[in-house]
């Protein structure tokens, strides 16, 4: 026997049991999204490894260690996105979208990082994410915020914790670089491998270090909020002031930096105890220099994305379900040569009622066999097409669910039958 194809480490099939779920949280973040007024972008899950490179940045883990990069049949670099920003704000100066105007977008799709899998963290995962463009205020960044905190309200998701730092204008980052890069080389025997590579090329990642041997060492380092530029302190201290008034907690973490470097002024990450290292569910922040870095005209940006994955994880654990959609109605066509009358009573029972379930029980099998995957449906009702029937223009209702002789009715009395049965008018309504 040929040996079987298994999917690829880190890549999930999303199963029939479980997608009732996956649906749920998809059509919740879309009526979240259309609450606040964004509108949905789909973008390409490949595009050009130069994008990634120059929005990510080239001293990032991701571009330098997990993006799947590969060469197409015309010799071009292309790369499976690893996140959404990039490609949203490549479409929106493509197609004009930003130029004079507010944007407000989100999106939804699978992305692509070659991590080492673990729990909460896989090579194909999914986010759902909101993009803001042409606003620089503090209150578009607190709007993002209200959207997620009202998410994990709606979702019955218990004990995020948001966390919040500003990383200030790219030139007062650059100041705190030289600062930092002072003060750990002073302390570079403390520095393990991966900070020593990182002094020069990305030392602010050094502060979002692991390692516990650095954690004193990280602790004691001068601080990001010491260096900020006047405009960034202020725009931070509206935006705390905008949550304190909306009642929105947080917690100002110095330490957080994200790993991805187009990020300028606030940064936010939703953080859960409940998911071991990787804790994260959200992340964001403003990037009002990456319009421009990438050859747009400059244009203020703020945005977040969520792991679905990992709230899922929380959803399933506080007990969240979501059941999938049974059929109304089971047809069973008991005799042969009657497919075609029994595929045009189901196709006229769809037309009746476009929200009405209709299974057809194709490719027959023995009647017995029928009834047992009729009632493994859960469909409320069954409905026998036999070669009495078919001949006189009848149809035999069965009921699943409830003790109740079968009736034979004419099929052209059957919507009207079907109007008077409560299983039917509930699960429509
Ligand atoms: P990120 O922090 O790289 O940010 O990813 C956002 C979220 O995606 C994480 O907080 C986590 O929940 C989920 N995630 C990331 N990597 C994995 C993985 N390997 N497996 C499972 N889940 C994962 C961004 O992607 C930015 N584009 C967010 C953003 C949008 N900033 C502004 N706009």
């Not at 959404?84 to 939804?108: D, F, K, M, P, S």
């Not at 009642?247 to 994200?258: D, E, M």
């Not at 040569?337 to 006229?348: D, K, T, V, Y």
């Amino acid at each position: 026997m040929a040996k079987l194809i298994q999917a690829i480490r880190g890549m999930h099939d999303i199963l029939p049991q479980d997608s009732p779920v996956w649906q749920l949280l998809e059509s919740d973040f879309r009526d979240l999204a259309h609450q606040y007024g964004y509108a949905e972008i789909r973008m390409p899950l490949v595009e050009k490894t130069e994008l990634f490179v120059r929005t990510i940045g080239e001293i990032t883990d991701i571009v330098e260690k997990e993006m799947y990069t590969f060469e197409d049949l015309n010799g071009d670099q292309l790369t499976l996105r690893p996140e959404g920003t990039a490609g949203c704000v490549r479409a929106c100066i493509e197609h004009g979208l930003i130029h004079n105007q507010v944007q407000r977008l989100w999106y939804c799709g699978p992305m692509f990082r070659h991590e080492r899998p673990q729990k909460g963290r896989y090579r194909q995962f999914f986010q759902l994410g909101a993009e803001a463009y042409g606003m620089a205020g503090p209150d578009i960044d607190a709007e993002l915020i209200l959207m997620t905190a009202r998410l994990w309200k709606e979702l019955g998701i218990q004990g995020l914790q948001l966390q919040l730092n500003s990383l200030g204008s790219l030139e007062a980052r650059a100041r705190y670089r030289d600062i930092l890069v002072e003060y750990m080389t002073a302390h570079i025997e403390q520095l393990d491998a991966d900070s020593q590579r990182r002094l020069h090329s990305n030392p602010l990642r050094i502060l979002d270090s692991k390692n516990p041997a650095m954690q004193a060492l990280i602790s004691e380092a001068p601080q990001l909020s010491d260096s900020l530029d006047d405009e960034s302190a202020l725009h931070f201290a509206d935006l705390l002031e905008l949550l304190d008034k909306a009642g929105v907690a947080y917690t100002i973490n110095p330490r957080l930096v994200r790993g991805l470097d187009y990020y300028e002024k606030t940064v936010f990450e939703w953080v859960s105890d409940r998911l071991g290292s990787q804790g994260t569910v959200c992340a964001g922040g403003r990037y009002d220099g990456l319009i421009q870095h990438l050859g747009g005209r400059p244009v203020p940006a703020a945005g977040f994305a969520m792991g679905m994955e990992r709230l899922l994880s929380l959803m399933v654990e506080d007990g969240v379900q979501a059941t999938a959609l049974s059929p109304h109605i089971y047809l069973v066509i008991a005799g042969d040569g009657l497919a075609s009358q029994g595929l045009a009573l189901a196709e006229s029972l769809r037309d009746w009622r476009s929200e009405l379930r209709v299974m057809v029980s194709c490719s027959g099998g023995s009647f017995k066999s029928q009834m047992k995957r009729a009632d493994k449906s859960h469909a409320a009702l069954a409905l026998i097409l036999g070669e009495d029937e078919a001949q006189c223009g009848n149809i035999v209702v069965k009921f699943l669910r409830r003790e109740k002789p079968q009736e034979t009715i004419s099929q052209t009395a059957l919507t009207d039958y079907l109007e008077n049965i409560d299983e039917i008018q509930r699960k429509l309504s």
